[in-house]
Structure formats: C-alpha cells, structure tokens
C-alpha cells in the first residue's frame, strides 16, 4: 500500500487540492510513529498507508498482546492503546497536509504538543485472528482540538472495534 501518495482531495477543513506528502514527510512521520514511540514498538504497530485525511495500520498477532488465554483474542488494552495512536497518526497527517508550506522539520516539529483528550472505544466482537488492521480519519482539524473516527478490523476485514477520539493539538 502506498504511503506517500493520496489520489483523493482532503476534507474541506483541510484543503481543496489533493496532497502528496514528500518522502522525507512520510519517512520521518513514520520512524516517530514506529520508532521513537516506544510504546509502539511494544504494540507492533506498522503503518500501511498514509493520507492527508487519514491513516492506515497493522497489527500482527503475537503472544504478549494475549488478553484471553483460552481463546488467544487481543486484551481490550491493546485494541484500545492501537485506535489511539492511529488517531494520533491521523491528525499527525492532517497537521502536516494543513501546513505544507513549513520545511518539513517545522511540520514534524507541531507533533510535540499533540495529545490525547477524549477517547472512546465500542468492542464489537472479541479480536481474534493472525494480524489486525486499523483505520482512522480526521473528522474535524481545528486550531486547538482534532476529532478522529478510528476502526479496528481482523484478518476477515471484520469491523473488530471502533472508536472515536479528540487530540489537543496547540
């Protein structure tokens, strides 16, 4: 899946132009979310693809992200923590697309006041399976606070769990 490109125009609070991240924007964006967030290397989490208006990931199962161990399903925490920071990832995406006439340091530099203020998870089914993907948009990027829908599938594209978050984003 592609991370650089979007074929698709942003949402209107975005922009009105469709978008292409720079590869320095993606790969970068993409060592802060897989690498320098700690917590997500624990969680496993890879990024799939990466657009202006959201963001795409996975998960793949591995015994330490056991909640059940009868039925080896995911532990609620897991499923939780990895909607959030895909809904930190989008807004992330959504920030740097609004900003695309900074240097792509200072975009990556607004990342550091990001922070999450509301979230909400539904669990719809027990998440059971090989690997696990992820879906967050952006509903809303305002000056100082970011919605986000975020989805959590199995391997059979089974909606999993979904989410809603809000992020401070000033």
Request: net charge positive.
């Amino acid at each position: 899946m592609p991370l650089q490109k979007s074929n698709k125009s942003t949402t209107s609070s975005l922009a009105s132009a469709p978008i292409e991240f720079e590869p320095e924007f993606v790969i970068n964006l993409k060592k802060i979310f897989e690498e320098n967030i700690v917590f997500n290397q624990v969680l496993g989490l890879k990024i799939t693809e990466l657009l202006p208006e959201s963001a795409h990931g996975r998960i793949e199962m591995r015994h330490e992200l056991i909640g059940h161990y009868s039925y080896k399903r995911v532990h609620g925490g897991v499923i939780s923590a990895a909607l959030d920071a895909m809904g930190g990832l989008a807004v992330m995406a959504a920030i740097g697309a609004r900003h695309m006439d900074e240097p792509v340091a200072a975009r990556l530099h607004r990342f550091g006041k990001l922070g999450t203020i509301d979230l909400r998870i539904d669990y719809l089914r027990p998440a059971i399976g090989d690997f696990f993907t992820m879906k967050a948009e952006v509903l809303r990027l305002g000056s100082r606070v970011a919605s986000t829908r975020m989805e959590f599938h199995g391997p059979d594209g089974k909606l999993l769990a979904a989410g809603s978050g809000a992020y401070i984003v000033s």
